[in-house]
């Protein structure tokens, strides 16, 4: 069974830190890029961050840069996302997702997605 399971979502003040993970199963993982992305009630899907099989490239969106840092623990076959700094407005449902490609994570069109974890950032 091909499974991506993201954890460790909660509810935290403004200004405080959370680290996401999101384990995977059923695939060589090493062999994929994974991606985080998110979405609140009522807005569009939006890209996160992603990173490249290896770990040697990553990517973030501009409302998160320098407050989320992406990694990977290949041994695990996990990708943890690191928030810290976190604001209201970070407040959504955020899913992992696996393919060969990181251009195709850029894109969204991906073979593998996850169910999502809440995370609720309040003032």
């Known amino acids: 069974e091909v499974q991506l399971v993201e954890s460790w979502g909660g509810l935290v003040q403004a200004g405080g830190s959370l680290r996401l993970s999101c384990a995977a199963s059923?695939?060589?993982?090493?062999?994929?890029?994974i991606g985080w992305f998110r979405q609140a009630p009522g807005k569009e899907r939006e890209g996160v961050s992603c990173?490249?099989?290896?770990?040697?490239?990553?990517y973030y969106a501009d409302s998160v840069k320098g407050r989320f840092t992406i990694s990977r623990d290949n041994a695990k076959n996990t990708v943890y996302l690191q928030m810290n700094s976190l604001k209201p407005e970070d407040t959504a449902d955020y899913y992992c997702?696996?393919?060969?490609?990181?251009?195709?994570?850029?894109?969204?069109?991906?073979?593998?997605w996850g169910q999502g974890t809440q995370v609720t950032v309040s003032s």
């Open positions: 059923g695939f060589t993982f090493d062999a994929y890029a």
């Open positions: 990173i490249s099989n290896s770990g040697a490239t990553t």
């Open positions: 997702a696996a393919d060969p490609y990181i251009r195709a994570i850029v894109a969204g069109a991906v073979e593998v």
